[in-house]
């Protein structure tokens, strides 16, 4: 007689191994792995947008960065927030152990729902966190139309 396992257990073993591999390549995306340094800029932008009737007001983390390093542009529908800054130190001077403060920089361009007056956007900075405040263009009230003719 002739004794058959179970016919999952390869399926369990290949399941297994695969999530080990993936458990591994994330880790190399972690902010101490070797591709961390690429994901943590673009993590360190996050946007929330309200909309507060009658503006909508765009609240950005920025840590690490001044004012001067910022770009805001606005178009139609589009807020585009770029920063980029470089560390300026005489490396010759410092005995590094770890050394990750070079360069960085992130940009993220966000849709908005509605027109905006680009002419009266403000910005402001505080603590590493940028406030973009955008008035919505105001809407014309409806006119009814007289149709000519008999």
Same mark, same amino acid.
């Given at each position: *007689?002739?004794?058959r396992g179970n016919p &999952?257990?390869?399926?369990?073993?290949?399941?297994?191994?695969? @999530?080990?591999?993936? +458990?591994?390549? @994330?880790? *190399?995306?972690?902010?101490?792995?070797? &591709?961390?340094?690429?994901?943590? =800029?673009?993590?360190? *932008? =996050?946007?929330?947008?309200v909309d507060r009737d +009658?503006? &909508?007001? =765009?609240? #950005?983390?920025?840590?690490?960065?001044?004012?001067? +390093?910022?770009?805001i542009q606005i178009t139609? %529908?589009?807020?585009?927030?770029?920063?980029? %800054?470089?560390?300026?130190? +005489?490396?010759?001077?410092?005995?590094?152990?770890?050394?990750?403060?070079? %360069?960085?920089?992130?940009?993220? @361009? $966000?849709?908005?729902?509605?027109?905006?007056?680009?002419?009266?956007?403000?910005? %402001? *900075?505080?603590?590493? #966190?940028?406030? #973009?405040?955008?008035?919505?263009?105001?809407?014309?009230?409806?006119?009814? $139309?007289? $149709?000519?003719?008999?």
């Amino acid at each position: *007689m002739s004794t058959r396992g179970n016919p &999952f257990t390869e399926l369990e073993q290949l399941f297994e191994r695969m @999530s080990r591999q993936f +458990d591994d390549t @994330s880790r *190399m995306w972690e902010s101490d792995g070797p &591709f961390g340094r690429w994901t943590s =800029a673009a993590e360190a *932008m =996050a946007i929330d947008l309200v909309d507060r009737d +009658d503006e &909508f007001v =765009a609240t #950005v983390d920025l840590p690490g960065f001044e004012r001067d +390093d910022i770009d805001i542009q606005i178009t139609d %529908h589009t807020l585009r927030i770029e920063a980029e %800054h470089e560390e300026t130190l +005489d490396e010759e001077e410092e005995r590094f152990i770890r050394h990750e403060r070079r %360069h960085e920089s992130t940009k993220r @361009s $966000i849709r908005l729902p509605e027109e905006v007056d680009k002419d009266g956007v403000k910005a %402001h *900075m505080k603590n590493g #966190v940028l406030t #973009v405040t955008l008035p919505k263009l105001a809407t014309e009230a409806a006119r009814n $139309i007289e $149709i000519e003719g008999t």
